[in-house]
C-alpha cells in the first residue's frame, strides 16, 4: 500500500514522515503521518484525549501514534457497551499478559501504556511470529534493542517508491482481544467493532484523521484511477474519454461470438443462471423508462436448441414483452464469449480460455496492448449497469444479437466443418479463412 494524503495543493504520495517531526530522546516524536507529504510539518499542538491518548490536534484532524489510536478506537468501543474501565487499563493488561507469556523474556518486553517508547517513530519490516493465551513469540525490537513502533510496507520490491514507513506496530493485538473476551464481549463482536486487532499492524488511515490518507495499493506505476485524479489540482490532469466495452467489441474474431458447445451441439457447463437474471433485470429498468426509448427492429430469436434451432422473427418490443421470447433470447446468447467481454467478464470462463488459446496459438506484436491493459482501459459495464435508468441494456443485448446474427451463418459452417474435419471451431476458422 501506498498512503496518500490531501493538502491545500492536491495530493501526494507520503512515503516517509518529515525529518523535522523527530523529537530529542525523552520527549514525543510527532505522529508519523502528520506531515503534507513534501516534508512539511502540518502546524498543531498536543493534547489528551477523553480516553486518555494523546493526540496531535490539527486544523484537519487528530493525529495519534499507534498506542494512542489504539487507545482512542479501543475507549470508544467500550463506552458504547456500557463499559466505565479506562481504555489505558485495558492495553496495560494485555500487554502484561504477552510480557507473561514471551518466550524471550525481557528480551522483548513491551513497556506500559504511558511509556515514550511507544511515541517515538522506529521503524522496521514486520517481524515474524505469533501471540496466543499461552505464548507470545514475536519480536517487539531490533537486534540492538530499539523498541518497533512503526512498521515500512511488505510489497517494497514491486513499487517505485521502494520501502516507506506505513502503519503502525501493535503486537500485543491477540493478547487484547483475550482481555475483551473474559470481560464476556463476544470474539466475533470485538471482529466487527475493533476488526484491525486481527492483525499486529494498524493501517495509516486508523493513524489519521478520516480522509486524509487513502490506500493506492495495487494502482502502482502508471495506474492512475479517477478517485486519485479527483485529488489533484484542477487542471492537473488532461481531459480523459472513457473506453467501453461496446465501443470495441467488434474487433472480437468471429470465434468469439460462437457459442460453446460439446459436440453434440449441446452448451456445456452450468446454466449461468447469474448471468440470465442479471439481463432481466436490466432489461426490467430499460421498459420502465417506456418502451419509446427501445428501437422496435424486428430481431431473430431462436426458440429451439443449437443441435435443432427453430428460428422465428419478431419485433423487439413483442419479444421483450413476453415472457418465454425474452427468457429465449436472453438464453439464446448467455452462452457467447462475447458477452461475458460486454460485460465485463473477459478475465474468466470461455472468454479467458479462448483469448489464451488465440494469444499462445497467434501471438501478439509488439506495439498491440497486453491482455492487462486492455482490461485497464475498458470499463466494466456491469459494474456501471447496478444503477442503469436507461434502455441501454437492451440496446446492448441487441447489439450483440445483431453482431451474433449476422455471424451465425459462418458458425453453422464452421461447426459443420469441425465435425467434418475433427478439428476445434477456432481451428477450423483458420482453415475456412485461408
Not at 419485433?315 to 460485460?343: G, N, S, Y
Request: glycine share 8%; with cysteine.
Amino acid at each position: 500500500m501506498e498512503p496518500c494524503g490531501t493538502r491545500a495543493s492536491g495530493s501526494a504520495n507520503f512515503p516517509q514522515p518529515a525529518t523535522t517531526g523527530f523529537s530529542p530522546e525523552g520527549e514525543d516524536d510527532l505522529p508519523a503521518h502528520a506531515h503534507d507529504g513534501v516534508g512539511n510539518l502540518l502546524p498543531g499542538q498536543w493534547a489528551i484525549g477523553e480516553h486518555g491518548q494523546k493526540s496531535y490536534q490539527t486544523e484537519i484532524g487528530a493525529f495519534h501514534h499507534p498506542i494512542d489510536a489504539v487507545a482512542h478506537r479501543l475507549g470508544d468501543f467500550l463506552r458504547a457497551r456500557g463499559f466505565n474501565i479506562p481504555a489505558s487499563e485495558v492495553i496495560n493488561a494485555a500487554i502484561n499478559e504477552f510480557n507473561d507469556t514471551h518466550s524471550h523474556g525481557d528480551a522483548h518486553e513491551l513497556a506500559d501504556f504511558h511509556s515514550p517508547e511507544w511515541r517515538k517513530i522506529r521503524a522496521a519490516d514486520v517481524p515474524p511470529g505469533d501471540s496466543s493465551r499461552q505464548m507470545s513469540n514475536r519480536p517487539t525490537r531490533t537486534k540492538g534493542g530499539t523498541k518497533i513502533t512503526m512498521l515500512t510496507n511488505k510489497n517494497h520490491q514491486q513499487t517505485p517508491v521502494g520501502k516507506f514507513v506505513e502503519g503502525g506496530y501493535i503486537p500485543f493485538h491477540r493478547n487484547l482481544m483475550h482481555q475483551l473476551e473474559d470481560m464476556g464481549i463476544s470474539h466475533q463482536e470485538i471482529k466487527q467493532g475493533l476488526g484491525f486487532l486481527k492483525y499486529p499492524w494498524m493501517q495509516p488511515h486508523l493513524l489519521a484523521p478520516q480522509g486524509f490518507l487513502v490506500s493506492n495499493q495495487k494502482q502502482h506505476g502508471a495506474d492512475i484511477d479517477e478517485s486519485m485524479m479527483g485529488r489533484a489540482p484542477e487542471g492537473y490532469f488532461g481531459d480523459t474519454e472513457a473506453v467501453h466495452t461496446w465501443e470495441v467489441m467488434h474487433h472480437l474474431p468471429d470465434a468469439f461470438f460462437y457459442p460453446n458447445v460439446k459436440e453434440n451441439l449441446q452448451k456445456k457447463g452450468k446454466q449461468p443462471t447469474g448471468l440470465y437474471r442479471a439481463a432481466h433485470s436490466m432489461i426490467d429498468q430499460a421498459m420502465q423508462q417506456g418502451m419509446e426509448h427501445i428501437p422496435n427492429v424486428n430481431v431473430t430469436v431462436n426458440t429451439g436448441t443449437l443441435g435443432s434451432p427453430q428460428m422465428i422473427n419478431r419485433p423487439l418490443h413483442e419479444i421483450l414483452q413476453t415472457p418465454d421470447l425474452r427468457e429465449a433470447l436472453v438464453k439464446d446468447m448467455a452462452h457467447v464469449p462475447a458477452m461475458m467481454f460486454l460485460f465485463g467478464r473477459s478475465g474468466q470462463g470461455d472468454f479467458k480460455r479462448l483469448y489464451d488459446h488465440m494469444m499462445e496459438k497467434y501471438g501478439a506484436s509488439e506495439d498491440m496492448l497486453s491482455a492487462g491493459e486492455q482490461a485497464s482501459t475498458s470499463q466494466r459495464v456491469q459494474k456501471a449497469a447496478r444503477g442503469c435508468t436507461n434502455p441501454l441494456s437492451v440496446c446492448l443485448l441487441l447489439l450483440v444479437h445483431r453482431v451474433k446474427e449476422v455471424k451465425r451463418v459462418v458458425a453453422d459452417l464452421v461447426n459443420t466443418a469441425s465435425r467434418l474435419m475433427n478439428c476445434k471451431p477456432w481451428e477450423c476458422t483458420t482453415v475456412m479463412h485461408s
